[in-house]
């Protein structure tokens, strides 16, 4: 697979300790993977959780914050924090990053998507990674329980963003394999479904519960991104973080976690 545009969407499970700390190493690995990804000849972006839990751990603080205000503070924090240890880190293997922190009404107005689109393809051109969250000192879409609007959740994010920059395919690394046909932490006979074609009432109802302790997303909206994602015209897998080798596997074609097929798969020139 070369000459592509991923999307990357690293969860806050995936970046953190479970004591919520950012996970220096696992972070490295994941930017050394990215290089080599780039040193194929593809284009990556990517979407990025944990402001939150890095706020949380610069200050020193002993558990999330629970007030809106605290959070939405602590969050602008934590994105100073995380662009640091990118910037660092990414800087080790030669590449370039740049962040871009999105609301509701950078997406949502035509005027504004055409820009953020312009500026996505600048930024790829110039060889540099663009890094994504969304503004949580600024939007508490996400951070505030139970008023999601058109973002909300990195999984809703990672998806606009591959529809934006006609992306052509979107990779969620998050704390689970993929999509069961039932849950596998209480189902013996639950079996991994390694590709879906369409999201039918049958699938939805595989999906359920809520995301990691320091993450907002599950399963449920995994399955909104992937329905946003295909209709962009951009496949999406889910798989676990745990193997950070598996972007190489998915890289050469191989079968890993679940893949959501796009039901028209489209031709971009991204050169």
Known sequence: MTNKRIIIKLGTSTLTHPGGSLNLHKM???????????????EVIIVTSAAISAGTA?????????????????????????????????????CTVAQILLTDA?????????????TFNTLLEMGVIPIVNEND????????????????DNDTLSAIVAGLTHADLLILLSDIDGLYSSDPRTDPEARLLTEV???TPEILAMAGGTGSVHGTGGMVTKLSAASIANAAGCDMIITNSDNIDHLYDIMEGKQVG??????????VDHE
């Not at 490295?28 to 593809?42: F, L, T, Y």
């Not at 007030?67 to 030669?94: C, P, W």
């Not at 000192?137 to 909300?152: C, D, F, P, Q, W």
């Open 197 to 199: 074609r369409e999201i």
């Open 106 to 118: 950078n997406v949502e107005r035509e005027s504004s998507a055409d820009n953020l689109s312009s």
């Open 258 to 267: 679940t893949r959501f097929i796009a039901s028209r798969n489209h031709e």
């Open 58 to 94: 610069k200050l020193g603080l002993k558990e999330r914050p629970k007030e809106l205000r605290a959070k939405m503070a602590v969050s602008a924090i934590g994105q100073a924090q995380l662009m640091h240890i990118y910037d660092t880190i990414f800087a080790d293997y030669n």
């Open 137 to 152: 000192s600024v939007a508490s879409t996400e951070i505030e329980s139970g008023h999601h609007k058109i973002l909300g």
């Open 28 to 42: 490295d690995k994941i930017a050394r993977a990215v290089a080599d990804i780039r040193g194929m000849g593809n």
